[in-house]
């Protein structure tokens, strides 16, 4: 009685869900451009374009649920296959207006955007579709025009980023991750801290419910949020595992990567207790020799096959209740890797 | 800078090297005569028997290091692919006398074997070759005649069954797990507990000391020990990932299988420290619905992606530090599948 997952992308995301699901008796069949394609190493790859109907129709043919890795996934390509999340969170979340409209509409407290009229200046300009890790991003000190691609917001005087993972299930139960506090270089994503210290989960998990139950919503959900004067206020979400929840595989009890297979497949969702503190930093750009890695004591190196490119994720990095020391030699690998 | 490692046989322990090797940017390639085993669901299937030297060459081709993941593997085939562990571990363990012989020259105590002169009666006759799980084995009553290829071996009024699984790196540095209890139905390991209570660590480790040192060995290694009377006795020692470390892939720091993949490769080895009590369960015959499994808070379930069938094991769950009642409803499902 094996159940099949088809999934549209086969990045790490994807192989890291296909890993999670093999122990549960769960294959994983993934529709990527790519030949080379790293979640190919785990599962069945179909190789073509992500809207291509006749590569979508053999996705979903047999499989007991669709879903998918990354943001920009076509909506008409997510109807088509019946996919978990449902295709309304890739509709909202795509454009950065529809999702702040949406926080707004739920009281989801949210920096200021609009014009530059309504931010008031300086103020981050952005694209208000296909942005992702900082891309398609700029500062703008003037009145300019924008253009109707673009969307200012006000450019937040944060006290740190956290970001909270959520899952609900098909029967609409939902569990939550503890807070997660993180840094980004460049607008990519550097280091993950959970739980967050002295962080207000409460008020996370309220807006996470929000979102969630708004949008009918099976799988996991990320909600990126910027902690101000002791308030949190939503940055954007994610609908799908996401870098910040990467920590859960060796720092929870249940990964959200198992969580979201369990979602979409209708199975008990399982328990999001932390076993500790845990620090995931990531590697980006080239990754560093995996001996090197692996000689630090409780070192959880998790590399993703992918080949080496400035700016690319290869792979992360766990530490449960480690001391200072040992992440700092993890953290000077790591950025060893940035730097080249 | 992706690394292959080629291994002979492709049941539930390759599916689980290749799932603990995967995050290591490990592929794996099996060699397994069914184009079911179900390690071909993580990594590459060759078809054909385990000692056709062309599929073996192929096997080996390209590999940073070839294994093995069952001990009657033909010793000229693991000689061909120059396996690790070494075929000197393959050659001392098939046979049941050369076994307790080299446990012998090495002072490793043992239960009596021999004749049924040597043992007393009753006493367990044994097959020398090819015996598992039980398979083999009966017990004589009478001064029967043993045929050539058998040996009787004393029956031991044993207080408990233990293990300790350890790996020795290429550089023969070692590390040991916490000795797991272990009870078994039918010949057939049922549950096993770890770390065991009050059991003999350092006795345990300088056996298996012995052994790997004896065997120049690389790799994960599990010897099987009874406890009688305050002391261990060895039993048989299994040249693979095993059984009854099943728990390490949910309760210690690093995986046996993992830590094997790290062995062969000749990268550093991994904690094998204890996350808590852990308590494996194996699920035998047919698997109970993996919903009814994932519902007990903390489970963490494995299923091999085999089909069912009697006394065949298909799966197993882990709990780490569980309360008696959960330990209770995984029990009552486990058995379930034993009895139908």
Redesign the interface.
């Known amino acids: 009685?094996?159940r099949t997952v088809g999934c549209i992308g086969g990045g790490q995301l994807g192989?890291m869900l296909a890993?999670a699901a093999?122990?549960?008796?769960v294959?994983f069949r993934f529709l990527d451009p790519s030949l080379d394609a790293c979640a190919g190493?785990?599962g069945e790859l179909l190789v073509g374009p992500y809207d291509d109907p006749g590569l979508l129709d053999r996705l979903a043919d047999g499989a007991d649920a669709v879903t998918y890795e990354f943001e920009n996934v076509q909506v008409e390509a997510a109807r088509r296959v019946g996919a978990a999340p449902d295709a309304r969170a890739l509709e909202r979340g795509q454009d950065r207006l529809v999702e702040k409209e949406l926080f707004r509409s739920l009281g989801i407290p949210t920096a200021r955007y609009g014009s530059l009229e309504d931010t008031g200046l300086p103020a981050l300009v952005k694209s208000r579709r296909f942005g992702y890790d900082g891309k398609g991003q700029r500062i703008a000190e003037t009145l300019v025009v924008l253009g109707d691609d673009e969307l200012a917001e006000e450019i937040v005087p944060f006290d740190r980023e956290l970001s909270i993972v959520a899952a609900r299930g098909r029967g609409g139960e939902t569990v939550f991750y503890p807070l997660a506090e993180n840094e980004h270089r460049g607008g990519i994503l550097a280091v993950s801290r959970a739980p967050a210290p002295d962080a207000r989960q409460g008020e996370a998990e309220r807006i996470a419910t929000k979102l969630l139950d708004a949008l009918g919503y099976v799988g996991v959900l990320a909600v990126e949020l910027f902690e101000v004067a002791g308030t949190l206020l939503a940055n954007e979400f994610a609908p799908r595992v996401h870098n910040t929840g990467h920590w859960t595989i060796d720092g929870a009890?249940t990964s959200q990567f198992e969580n979201h297979v369990?979602a979409v497949l209708g199975?008990?969702l399982?328990?999001t207790e932390a076993?500790g503190e845990s620090v995931m930093l990531n590697l980006v750009g080239h990754?560093p020799p995996?001996?090197r890695l692996?000689?630090v004591?409780?070192a959880?190196?998790?590399?993703?096959?992918k080949a080496p490119r400035p700016g690319r994720k290869l792979?992360h990095v766990t530490l449960v209740d480690a001391d200072e020391a040992r992440i700092a030699d993890v953290a000077a690998l790591a950025s060893s890797a940035w730097q080249s």
């Open positions: 009685m094996s192989r890993l093999a122990p549960l008796g294959r190493d785990v009890v369990r199975l008990p399982g328990s076993l990754a995996v001996e692996l000689a004591p409780g959880h190196v998790h590399l993703y096959g792979g």
